[in-house]
Nanobody, 117 residues
Framework: QVQLVESGGGLVQPGGSLRLSCAAS????????MGWYRQAPGKQRELVAI???????NYADSVKGRFTISRDNAENTAYLQMNNLKPEDTAVYYC???????????WGQGTQVTVSS
């Protein structure tokens, strides 16, 4: 069973930075698309960024230029570097894993990111 454990969330002031980590186990990480999604109160879960096994990256327009997704296959870990954070970035951030040819998405437990003065 695939397990995803997020870490790195917390409280940060506007303009600050956080780095989220997602440690994956139980899957072939190198052939797994990794992503970050977020869900703010009263809103649907939305895509933040994805990175495919081949390194193709896609960002939501709202975070492009501020966030950077990356992966370290040797460590089975995906990252989300978040810079110039804004209050509207406040949400629970979820790690997502989509193993190739499995037709299944796996989700972490979520980590809270709060951007506030």
């Amino acid at each position: 069973q695939v397990q995803l454990v997020e870490s790195g969330g917390g409280l940060v002031q506007p303009g600050g930075s956080l780095r989220l980590s997602c440690a994956a186990s139980g899957s072939r990480f190198s052939t797994t698309r990794m992503g970050w999604y977020r869900q703010a109160p009263g809103k649907q879960r939305e895509l933040v960024a994805i990175i495919t096994s081949g390194g193709v990256i896609n960002y939501a327009d709202s975070v492009k230029g501020r966030f950077t997704i990356s992966r370290d296959n040797a460590e089975n870990t995906a990252y989300l570097q978040m810079n110039n954070l804004k209050p509207e970035d406040t949400a629970v951030y979820y790690c997502n894993a989509r193993p190739l040819n499995k037709g299944i998405d796996y989700w972490g437990q979520g980590t809270q990111v709060t951007v506030s003065s």
